[in-house]
């Protein structure tokens, strides 16, 4: 026997998602239309939405994803980092580079877990918390693959934070919900080639643990 379930909440939910994947916003009647829910309906949702920060509006009546929902997705990122160090250790211990998690905040980049290796003579000491935009650099060009229908499995960049780094990072695909991606960061050169593919199989691995 299926399990009964709120067709209120389930509507509500659903508004999330479908505002998190528009990120220039909907208005109430393009909103309605992607549901498939009147339009008095979808009011009222995103009205309640409203009064707990979840949904917001801008100048030109536009609906968003809250600042509510960033509050809700810091009390997840304990347990995000949890899962994801093992991934990085072992990344960086592979391939030699400082291993990262980093998530999407709005239009920034969060470096969320950062492992180094523990054999290499030097690395970057890149810091937990650091933040960037979301077009500059690996990691968060990477998250930004997640919007686009086919994008590449990994981004490679150099010198787009610090000079002399490069970085290389692979999108977190298919976790509901999270914009994500694991990258590398090293002061010599890289071998994209080669470590790319170990970048995006980590991503990978990190996303089955997640689902």
């Not at 829910?37 to 809250?66: A, F």
């Not at 211990?93 to 400082?98: L, M, S």
């Not at 787009?160 to 780094?165: D, H, R, S, V």
């Not at 976790?175 to 990258?183: K, P």
């Amino acid at each position: 026997m299926a399990a009964e379930t709120s067709q209120t909440l389930d509507r509500g939910i659903r508004v999330l998602m479908v505002l998190a994947a528009a990120p220039q916003g909907l208005t109430v009647t393009a909103l309605s239309e992607t549901l498939g829910i009147n339009r008095t309906v979808v009011y009222r949702l995103v009205s309640t939405l409203e009064q707990h920060s979840l949904v917001r509006r801008d100048g030109q009546g536009r609906l968003h994803v809250g600042l509510g929902v960033l509050h809700l997705a810091t009390a997840v990122q304990p347990v995000l980092r949890d899962v994801a160090i093992p991934v990085l250790r072992q990344l960086a211990e592979r391939v030699g580079c400082t291993a990262h998690l980093t998530v999407a905040e709005g239009d920034e980049a969060l470096a969320l877990a950062v492992i180094e290796p523990s054999w290499t003579d030097f690395h970057v000491s890149y810091r937990v918390g650091a933040r960037h935009p979301l077009t500059r650099g690996a990691a968060g060009k990477a998250i930004l693959v997640l919007r686009e229908p086919d994008g590449p499995p990994y981004v490679a960049t150099s010198g787009e934070l610090e000079p002399g780094a490069r970085g290389l990072a692979a999108p977190v695909r298919g976790v509901g919900g999270l914009e994500a991606s694991v990258g590398v960061v090293t002061l010599v050169d890289m071998d994209v080639e080669k470590i790319g593919p170990l970048v995006a199989e980590a991503a990978d691995r990190l996303a089955d643990r997640l689902r």
